[in-house]
């Protein structure tokens, strides 16, 4: 059974998913768990865990990667853990235990314990951990999909309660809808060089507000599969590439590209979405930008808007 009928099998994703996730592999390549990941539809602990069960192996664990000592590391070449993608983490007299992304594998078994002289104690581990860890230990550098990730595996950089209470107070002064987007627009823009600000109307996504781009006019159905109806949808915040899809096209016009790091929160009134927060670098640019503190500027908007709509019905 090959791996994306396992997941299903397991009551882990289902067929509609696993097609989105092949969709999106034809596009930027990588492994089927990858991109389940990029589309939040797995967790990498789920995913990895479940890597261990369908190779019948032990499963990497981030504490068994996280203090990997020299004498590890520097038992096999950069040459050949290049070549094989394969993070040495564990060394017993002459078995060295190793995460791999097939550890069942023989061809590539045979191999490895050809050329290092060790016996391969293969352990499971998830392509995007992998490649955390192998530029950690080895120098070897991400691609840009997964330095998009990074805020998937470390901690959110802490927020200023000074610069939070400010902004809570800017929004609870506002009278109308405008100053909301104008407040978000104004706080998103410091840290990224576009932004944009999406209402929610009949079943449709609208342009409304932005900076560093033209969003007037712009009109997407939640109806045909895009990164707007994914966050409809899952209703959670989406980070990864604007996949070049059919449904994907009038935005893509918008960004007159594809940008392969982008950042989509909902905005949501009593779990109804009205609003979205459209947030990136540039087509070809990384997007560093704190997550959790932008998640914090859409739920103080949220209540924002409620407290107008409050007042609105009390005056």
Request: glycine share 6%.
């Amino acid at each position: 059974m090959n791996f994306g009928e396992a997941l299903i099998k397991e009551g882990l994703i289902t067929r509609q998913q696993l097609d989105l996730a092949l969709q999106r592999q034809v596009v930027f390549g990588g492994k089927i768990g990858t991109n389940l990941v990029e589309l939040r539809i797995l967790e990498e602990d789920e995913l990895t865990k479940f890597l261990g069960k369908y190779f019948r192996v032990p499963h990497i664990t981030p504490e068994m990667i996280d203090d990997i000592p020299e004498e590890v590391i520097s038992s096999i070449d950069k040459e050949i853990i290049e070549k094989y993608r394969i993070l040495p983490f564990k060394k017993v007299r002459t078995r060295l235990y190793a995460a791999m992304l097939d550890p069942k594998s023989l061809k590539e078994l045979d191999e490895l314990r050809f050329l290092t002289g060790f016996d391969i104690i293969p352990y499971a581990i998830t392509e995007l951990r992998l490649s955390l860890a192998l530029e950690k230990y080895y120098g070897i550098k991400r691609s840009l999909r997964y330095i998009s990730l990074t805020d998937r595996f470390s901690p959110d950089t802490k927020i200023e309660t000074v610069s939070l209470d400010k902004l809570k107070a800017a929004f609870t002064e506002v009278k109308d809808t405008e100053e909301i987007a104008g407040i978000l627009l104004q706080e998103a823009y410091k840290i990224a060089a576009r932004v944009a600000v999406f209402i929610i109307r009949n079943q449709k996504i609208m342009g409304w507000k932005a900076r560093g781009l033209n969003v007037v006019g712009f009109e997407s159905s939640d109806e045909e599969l895009s990164i707007f109806s994914e966050v409809l949808r899952s209703k959670n915040f989406y980070r990864g590439p604007v996949l070049n899809i059919k449904g994907n096209e009038p935005f893509i016009k918008v960004l007159s590209g594809t940008p392969q790091d982008a950042l989509l929160i909902p905005i949501s009134i009593r779990e109804k979405i009205v609003s979205l927060l459209y947030v990136d670098n540039g087509n070809k640019s990384v997007l560093n930008a704190d997550v959790n503190y932008l998640s914090k500027l859409t739920s103080m908007a949220a209540l924002a808007f409620e407290i107008l709509i409050l007042k609105k019905r009390n005056p």
